[in-house]
C-alpha cells in the first residue's frame, strides 16, 4: 500500500490542523493505521491508531483529548484532527499502515510508511 500524508503547515499554539493520509494499491479496509511523529532531535514516536472498521483507537497520553484519528475506508483514507495545539506537537507527522487488526502502536511493527508532513506550533 501506499501512503501519502497532507495537511501540515504552521498553526499558532491554541489553534487547530487537519491531517489526512490517502492511501492506494490495496484495499484500504485490510489496514489498520496509524499517525506517528518526529521532532527536531528526538526519535521518532507513536501518537495516534485505529482499527480497521470496529472503531479501536489508541492515542499516546500526550495528545489524549485533543487529537482525534478517524478514518474513512470508502474513500480510503485517514485523518488526524489535532486541536489545542502546544508548541511541543512541532514535528514531521508520519502516516502509517499495518495489515491486519494489530493496531500500529510501536515503530517495529509498521509495515508501511508515508512521507512525512511538517506540523510547526509557533507560541
Known amino acids: 500500500v501506499q501512503l501519502q500524508a497532507s495537511g501540515g503547515g504552521l498553526v499558532q499554539a491554541g489553534g487547530s490542523l487537519r491531517l489526512s493520509c490517502a492511501a492506494s494499491g490495496r484495499p484500504f479496509s485490510d489496514y489498520a493505521m496509524g499517525w506517528f511523529r518526529q521532532s527536531p532531535g528526538k526519535e521518532r514516536e507513536f501518537v495516534a491508531a485505529?482499527?480497521?472498521?470496529?472503531?479501536?483507537?489508541f492515542y499516546v497520553d500526550s495528545v489524549k483529548g485533543r487529537f482525534t484519528i478517524s478514518r474513512d475506508n470508502a474513500k480510503n483514507t485517514v485523518h488526524l484532527q489535532m486541536n489545542s495545539l502546544k508548541p511541543e506537537d512541532t514535528a514531521v507527522y508520519y502516516c502509517a499502515a499495518r495489515y491486519g487488526d494489530v493496531l500500529p502502536s510501536a515503530e517495529d511493527i509498521v509495515g508501511y510508511w508515508g512521507e512525512g508532513t511538517l506540523v510547526t506550533v509557533s507560541s
Open positions: 485505529i482499527g480497521r472498521a470496529d472503531g479501536r483507537v
